[in-house]
């Protein structure tokens, strides 16, 4: 059985940093494409950041690209969301998801397995 849990959120002030880290267990930890994704109090779960299993590839939400850093270390089953310049509106709780393909996807549907979140609270 896989499992995800990730770690590394808290609160942080406007304009600070965070790294949030996902552990996946399992063996097809270095096929597995990884995301995460996020869900703001009252708004539906949208995607932030993807990365292929190799880590060639990498997609990034608009609102986060140049903040946001997607990164993986597959000898250590784990991947990686550098947060800087943190804003109010990245108040959510990080969920991160994996799926055995190939690519990056944000169809939340094509993940198989889920971690439970990390919360980020970004006080202004």
């Known amino acids: 059985q896989v499992l995800a849990v990730e770690s590394g959120g808290g609160v942080v002030q406007a304009g600070g940093s965070l790294r949030l880290s996902c552990v996946v267990s399992g063996p097809s930890f270095s096929t597995q494409s990884i995301a995460w994704y996020r869900q703001a109090p009252g708004k539906e779960r949208e995607p932030v950041a993807a990365i292929t299993w190799s880590g060639d590839t990498t997609y990034y939400q608009n609102s986060v690209k140049g903040r946001f850093s997607i990164s993986r270390d597959n000898a250590k089953n784990t991947v990686f969301l550098q947060m800087s310049s943190l804003q109010f509106e990245d108040t959510a709780i990080y969920h991160c998801?994996?799926?055995?393909?190939?690519?990056?996807?944000?169809?939340?549907?094509?993940?198989?397995?889920w971690g439970q979140g990390t919360q980020v609270t970004v006080s202004s």
């Open positions: 998801a994996a799926g055995s393909f190939h690519g990056v996807r944000t169809d939340q549907s094509q993940y198989d397995y």
